[in-house]
């Protein structure tokens, strides 16, 4: 009986099709002087980010608590972007959002 051995090569792909950009688009969007973005690649050229404020403290119910609390910030914004890499910088859009019926 003859060993057989299959070998199979997938394509290379183009560094910059496959490049993770999340700290490129974090650092590109537009967001308010106090704003964190923090970007999430989910799968190819698909994103997730979401803009951080710090918590509103006017609504604690026991004004007396103070230091460090565990939720000091709250997501503000979130977004999925659809982010590919163009000859003069990042091409940022947002997918087409459409209703189920």
Same mark, same amino acid.
């Given at each position: 009986?003859?060993?057989?051995? *299959?070998? &199979?090569?997938?394509?290379?792909?183009?560094?910059?099709?496959?490049?993770? /950009?999340?700290?490129?688009?974090?650092?590109?969007?537009?967001? /308010?002087?106090?704003?964190? *973005?923090?970007?999430?690649?989910?799968?190819?050229?698909? %994103?997730?980010?979401?803009?951080?404020?710090?918590?509103?403290?006017?609504? %604690?119910?026991?004004?007396?608590? &103070?230091?460090? /609390? *565990?939720?000091?910030?709250?997501?503000?914004? &979130?977004?999925?972007?659809?982010?590919?890499?163009?000859?003069?910088?990042?091409?940022?859009?947002?997918?087409?959002?459409?209703? &189920?019926?």
């Amino acid at each position: 009986m003859a060993d057989t051995v *299959v070998t &199979s090569t997938a394509p290379v792909k183009d560094q910059r099709d496959t490049a993770d /950009l999340s700290e490129e688009i974090a650092r590109a969007v537009e967001k /308010l002087p106090d704003d964190r *973005v923090t970007c999430r690649r989910i799968f190819g050229n698909s %994103y997730r980010c979401n803009w951080w404020a710090a918590a509103d403290r006017s609504k %604690y119910d026991n004004p007396g608590m &103070s230091g460090q /609390l *565990v939720t000091t910030h709250t997501i503000r914004q &979130s977004r999925f972007l659809i982010v590919t890499r163009g000859a003069t910088g990042l091409v940022i859009t947002e997918p087409e959002v459409r209703a &189920s019926n």
